[in-house]
């Protein structure tokens, strides 16, 4: 992959959260966020569950990446994001079937929620979904992003594609568990 295909990809899901964006925005502020938690859950075990037995059943099938998919990821991405920020799934499960390396996972993905978090503002701000006082709360870990920087680039640089796959995958079975059973 080329340094910058990062850049490709976020053209493929940014439109897509723009939409999933405006849409999970309207559903916030008319439906239970526990049905879109459950199913997210479901489809996030279901990944899960193809990468762990992909080798077995798909040997002779390579994963053809399309535009449409990276479209789809992000408008699944910011439609939960907005609903519930559980938008890491989906992008996960785009970015390890499109095979990128660690390092680019990491910064494609920290730039697409930078990115999806900002077009989220003027949406928050009209559903009147700001609170203050948690931000206020929770202002104390703000010194501790530059740590988690550093780790996270660090981490990227010394590990395996195979591992952070599985890590990857792991932590995709924790987070489905906490949506569907919280």
């Excluded at 390890?96 to 730039?111: E, G, H, I």
């Excluded at 949406?123 to 530059?146: H, N, V």
Aim: proline share 6%.
């Amino acid at each position: 992959m080329t340094p910058r295909v990062w850049d490709a990809i976020l053209k493929k899901l940014i439109p897509g959260a723009v939409v999933g964006v405006t849409i999970g925005t309207f559903f916030i502020t008319n439906a239970p966020t526990a049905t879109l938690r459950l199913m997210l859950g479901i489809i996030v075990l279901i990944f899960a569950g193809y990468k762990l037995l992909e080798a077995r059943l798909f040997r002779d099938v390579v994963y053809q990446p399309h535009d449409a998919h990276g479209i789809f990821a992000g408008s699944v991405a910011g439609f939960s994001s907005a609903l519930a920020h559980t938008g890491g799934p989906p992008v996960s499960i785009y970015l390890l079937l499109r095979q990128v390396p660690p390092r680019t996972f990491n910064a494609t993905s920290a730039l697409f929620f930078a990115i999806i978090n900002w077009i989220k503002v003027p949406y928050y701000f009209y559903a009147g979904l700001f609170d203050f006082q948690q931000m206020q709360a929770l202002a104390w870990l703000l010194p501790l992003l530059p740590l988690g920087v550093w780790g996270g680039k660090t981490l990227a640089e010394k590990i395996s594609r195979t591992a952070f796959e599985r890590v990857v995958v792991g932590l995709l079975v924790v987070t489905a568990g906490l949506l569907i059973f919280s």
